[in-house]
């Protein structure tokens, strides 16, 4: 069995001391909206509970989908991956950016220039700096996590995501290969590619990445964005479903107006032979509203072996 723990949208603070120079436009917006709202809903001193209790869990591997920063200030990126460092090694732990970790053009190329050590895919070496670098892929075991950049700089009141065309190009190519070697297909994305929400904070491209999904298949998709916890299923290979699973975000405290915190486990484990020889369970982990205490939400079946799909 391999056990996966899925953190996202930790917006990690507090906020740096920032120059007049660098407020000026969609940070300004940005910084209100986090000491009018944010900085009150999420706190360290939560997040610190939950990283105590995926330590406990014992993870085989953890996935970091995105938001860890707020406005996109440089000094916030160094936050990030001391964050992620709290979580594990490069090679234990996996990350792929948010809308707010390119929350503006200067910055948005900082999570790769931060944190490449743990967005970097398998066998590639140095520094890659650019859009080409996502998806990329990490097989651990019988798992293979494939991580996809649905992070771009938007204008001030917008929070949408987009693949675009190459990268889903190369990402249904390396869902082929990871298909044909029989490998477990998690893949990590920010913004979910199903599900209703406002328009300016969707997936600009999510029926062209559903399609790729529904053409070359995964597994898992997981991701977060919304700060709730969700699960879908979207189109699959030969009339098969995809679950699409959101977590809610990690520093939300138990009184949060969304959704308390939390986390999710998936437990993964190969129990059969044939086409779909997979047992996927989730255990959602956190907060209960009103209730300090870190645990059990509940566990669910995603997926169960059968002999084709």
């Given at each position: 069995?391999?056990?996966?723990?899925?953190?996202?949208?930790?917006?990690?603070?507090?906020?740096?001391?920032?120059?007049?120079?660098?407020?000026?436009?969609?940070?300004?917006?940005?910084?209100?909206?986090?000491?009018?709202?944010?900085?009150?809903?999420?706190?360290?001193?939560?997040?610190?509970?939950?990283?105590?209790?995926?330590?406990?869990?014992?993870?085989?591997?953890?996935?970091?989908?995105?938001?860890?920063?707020?406005?996109?200030?440089?000094?916030?990126?160094?936050?990030?991956?001391?964050?992620?460092?709290?979580?594990?090694?490069?090679?234990?732990?996996?990350?792929?950016?948010?809308?707010?970790?390119?929350?503006?053009?200067?910055?948005?190329?900082?999570?790769?220039?931060?944190?490449?050590?743990?967005?970097?895919?398998?066998?590639?070496?140095?520094?890659?700096?650019?859009?080409?670098?996502?998806?990329?892929?990490?097989?651990?075991?019988?798992?293979?996590?494939?991580?996809?950049?649905?992070?771009?700089?938007?204008?001030?009141?917008?929070?949408?995501?987009?693949?675009?065309?190459?990268?889903?190009?190369?990402?249904?190519?390396?869902?082929?290969?990871?298909?044909?070697?029989?490998?477990?297909?998690?893949?990590?994305?920010?913004?979910?590619?199903?599900?209703?929400?406002?328009?300016?904070?969707?997936?600009?491209?999510?029926?062209?990445?559903?399609?790729?999904?529904?053409?070359?298949?995964?597994?898992?998709?997981?991701?977060?964005?919304?700060?709730?916890?969700?699960?879908?299923?979207?189109?699959?290979?030969?009339?098969?479903?995809?679950?699409?699973?959101?977590?809610?975000?990690?520093?939300?405290?138990?009184?949060?107006?969304?959704?308390?915190?939390?986390?999710?486990?998936?437990?993964?484990?190969?129990?059969?032979?044939?086409?779909?020889?997979?047992?996927?369970?989730?255990?959602?982990?956190?907060?209960?509203?009103?209730?300090?205490?870190?645990?059990?939400?509940?566990?669910?079946?995603?997926?169960?072996?059968?002999g084709g799909r």
């Open positions: 069995m391999f056990v996966l723990a899925h953190v996202t949208d930790a917006h990690l603070g507090p906020l740096p001391r920032a120059r007049f120079a660098e407020l000026a436009g969609k940070r300004a917006l940005g910084v209100l909206n986090w000491r009018r709202g944010r900085q009150h809903r999420f706190s360290i001193a939560t997040i610190d509970l939950l990283v105590d209790d995926i330590k406990a869990m014992a993870p085989d591997h953890i996935a970091v989908t995105g938001d860890l920063v707020n406005v996109g200030l440089a000094a916030e990126f160094a936050t990030g991956l001391n964050f992620l460092k709290s979580l594990g090694a490069g090679p234990d732990v996996t990350v792929v950016p948010g809308n707010h970790d390119a929350y503006v053009r200067s910055t948005a190329h900082h999570s790769l220039l931060n944190w490449g050590d743990y967005m970097r895919g398998d066998g590639v070496n140095g520094d890659v700096t650019d859009e080409s670098a996502f998806p990329f892929v990490r097989r651990r075991g019988d798992i293979a996590l494939v991580g996809v950049s649905s992070a771009i700089p938007t204008r001030p009141f917008m929070a949408t995501g987009k693949v675009g065309r190459a990268q889903r190009e190369r990402l249904g190519a390396a869902l082929d290969v990871l298909g044909a070697e029989g490998l477990f297909r998690v893949v990590m994305i920010h913004h979910p590619p199903a599900g209703l929400r406002a328009g300016h904070k969707r997936l600009i491209d999510e029926a062209a990445v559903r399609e790729v999904l529904a053409r070359h298949g995964a597994e898992l998709v997981i991701c977060g964005h919304d700060h709730v916890p969700m699960v879908e299923r979207i189109p699959g290979p030969d009339s098969g479903l995809i679950p699409v699973v959101e977590a809610p975000s990690f520093a939300a405290g138990p009184e949060d107006r969304h959704w308390p915190g939390g986390y999710h486990l998936y437990r993964i484990e190969r129990v059969a032979e044939g086409a779909f020889p997979w047992r996927c369970t989730m255990e959602a982990r956190g907060f209960q509203r009103g209730d300090a205490a870190v645990g059990s939400r509940g566990t669910r079946v995603l997926t169960e072996a059968t």
